[in-house]
């Protein structure tokens, strides 16, 4: 058997009336693909989904948390937990999460490549220093795994006395002095608190990777790839004009609304891509049931992430139309291409909508016919297995591909990722 490397996801997901995803001025984000408009959801966003989903799945697992208070949590812990004094705790915090979380001029804050949001977040992280607990964030966002705060306190408590040596020198205007260095001494702590960050990657690095730019040699490349998400066919945003009512204002005072405004929302038919490379994975991950088994949640976690742009007033929580999964030995294969032309809502030839309009048929055949010309170039030795799930009809999903076998074997979900995890455990 043919060792797979490559787990390719394809995602078709009809979802309602929604803003998943925000530019800077409250719109769905778009893109201009194929010569005309389509919804975009970022890859960052999608990323955060289905991390926050992994979590919620797995609590035991570590898969970290991007922020720029990593140095309250730790100055907490060694406060409330080690019994260390606050000024000597918050000292500590500061001088091992700040060197990793200065934004150098010009520079891109970690997590940066969507760079839809890295402008504004680095106006955001603009650090409070009049505050001493504001005063150890980061002006970035750094993502964490809990084993690396863990490294990061045993690394307190071996340089306690320097600590407190500083907290012991400190001088009434001083809220959290720094431990002064020389530049020798500078480049031998950048170099511990590499060792830190190196010492071990976790569930969460593994898969999603890590960049700091204060400190690139920090950087992790994780094992998934994620595309932004589009709409297959053209679309136009809605403008929802709406209002709120004053319940307590009595008289004339409650006349008319007490809040009016409007927003942007938009629906449509998406496609999503998401790719992992074993390998990759393998590297961070010793044992083969490992890689397995958080291969299979990727995959799940994936499929069923929902962005919460919006959520609390449009609840999107729709299912995919089709989950299709396919193991390669050779390369990953985006699909996306299949969209290029927009697909049009399907009509009779008297112009009237058919049982099959809508842009949900369209897509699932313009995808299975790009699948069909995929597997004409590039051959099907490369794909060691696939197969799908799916909330619609088998003959809406294989009329693309003219076979029943076209996007492999249909199953559930939960049978879907058992026997992904099973060709994935027996890798050699």
């Known amino acids: 058997m043919t060792n797979p490397r490559f787990v390719n996801i394809h995602i078709l997901q009809a979802m309602p009336f929604s803003n998943l995803n925000r530019d800077d001025m409250g719109a769905p984000k778009d893109l201009s693909y194929g010569g005309t408009r389509r919804v975009r959801v970022s890859s960052q966003c999608y990323k955060r989904s289905t991390r926050k989903e992994l979590q919620a799945g797995a609590p035991d697992m570590d898969f970290g948390e991007r922020s720029r208070q990593h140095g309250r949590v730790i100055a907490e812990e060694l406060t409330n937990k080690h019994d260390w004094p606050e000024l000597t705790a918050r000292i500590a915090a500061q001088d091992m999460i700040k060197p990793l979380g200065e934004k150098e001029k010009g520079g891109a804050s970690e997590g940066s490549q969507d760079k839809d949001t890295s402008t504004k977040r680095a106006k955001k992280?603009?650090?409070?220093?009049?505050?001493?607990?504001?005063?150890?964030?980061?002006?970035?966002?750094?993502?964490?795994?809990?084993?690396?705060?863990?490294?990061?306190?045993?690394?307190?408590?071996?340089?306690?006395?320097?600590?407190?040596?500083?907290?012991?020198?400190?001088?009434?205007?001083?809220?959290?002095?720094?431990?002064?260095?020389?530049?020798?001494?500078?480049?031998?702590?950048?170099?511990?608190?590499?060792?830190?960050?190196?010492?071990?990657?976790?569930?969460?690095?593994a898969l999603f990777g890590r960049m700091i730019a204060a400190l690139p040699e920090g950087r992790?490349?994780?094992?998934?790839?994620?595309?932004?998400?589009?709409?297959?066919?053209?679309?136009?945003?809605?403008?929802?004009?709406?209002?709120?009512?004053?319940?307590?204002?009595?008289?004339?005072?409650?006349?008319?609304?007490?809040?009016?405004?409007?927003?942007?929302?938009?629906?449509?038919?998406?496609?999503?891509?998401?790719?992992?490379?074993?390998?990759?994975?393998?590297?961070?991950?010793?044992?083969?049931?490992?890689?397995?088994?958080?291969?299979?949640?990727?995959?799940?976690?994936?499929?069923?992430?929902?962005?919460?742009?919006?959520?609390?007033?449009?609840?999107?929580?729709?299912?995919?139309?089709?989950a299709y999964v396919s193991l390669r030995s050779d390369r990953p294969?985006?699909?996306?291409?299949?969209?290029?032309?927009?697909?049009?809502?399907?009509?009779?030839?008297?112009?009237?909508?058919?049982?099959?309009?809508?842009?949900?048929?369209?897509?699932?055949?313009a995808l299975g016919e790009h699948l069909v010309c995929m597997d004409g170039f590039l051959g099907t030795g490369g794909r060691v297995w696939h197969a799908h799930a799916a909330t619609t009809p088998k003959e809406l999903v294989n009329k693309g591909t003219g076979t029943v076998e076209g996007f492999g074997e249909r199953m559930p979900l939960p049978d879907l990722l058992s026997a992904l995890e099973g060709k994935l455990g027996a890798r050699r």
């Open 125 to 205: 992280g603009k650090a409070d220093n009049t505050d001493p607990i504001a005063a150890m964030d980061t002006s970035v966002l750094l993502y964490l795994n809990k084993s690396d705060l863990d490294r990061f306190i045993a690394l307190a408590q071996a340089n306690r006395e320097i600590y407190q040596k500083a907290a012991d020198q400190a001088t009434d205007t001083e809220q959290t002095p720094r431990v002064q260095r020389s530049k020798s001494e500078k480049n031998k702590w950048e170099r511990t608190l590499l060792h830190v960050l190196k010492e071990h990657t976790g569930a969460g690095l």
């Open 220 to 322: 992790i490349d994780g094992a998934s790839q994620v595309a932004h998400a589009f709409t297959t066919h053209t679309a136009k945003l809605e403008v929802d004009y709406f209002t709120a009512v004053d319940d307590i204002a009595t008289g004339k005072a409650s006349a008319g609304s007490g809040h009016l405004d409007t927003a942007e929302y938009a629906g449509g038919v998406f496609y999503r891509y998401a790719t992992l490379d074993i390998e990759e994975l393998a590297e961070s991950l010793t044992a083969a049931a490992d890689v397995a088994r958080l291969a299979g949640m990727f995959v799940q976690a994936f499929a069923l992430a929902v962005p919460s742009g919006k959520r609390t007033s449009t609840a999107p929580h729709t299912l995919p139309a089709l």
């Open 333 to 365: 294969v985006n699909l996306a291409a299949a969209f290029e032309t927009p697909v049009e809502k399907r009509t009779d030839a008297n112009g009237n909508r058919t049982s099959a309009s809508g842009y949900l048929p369209g897509s699932l055949e």
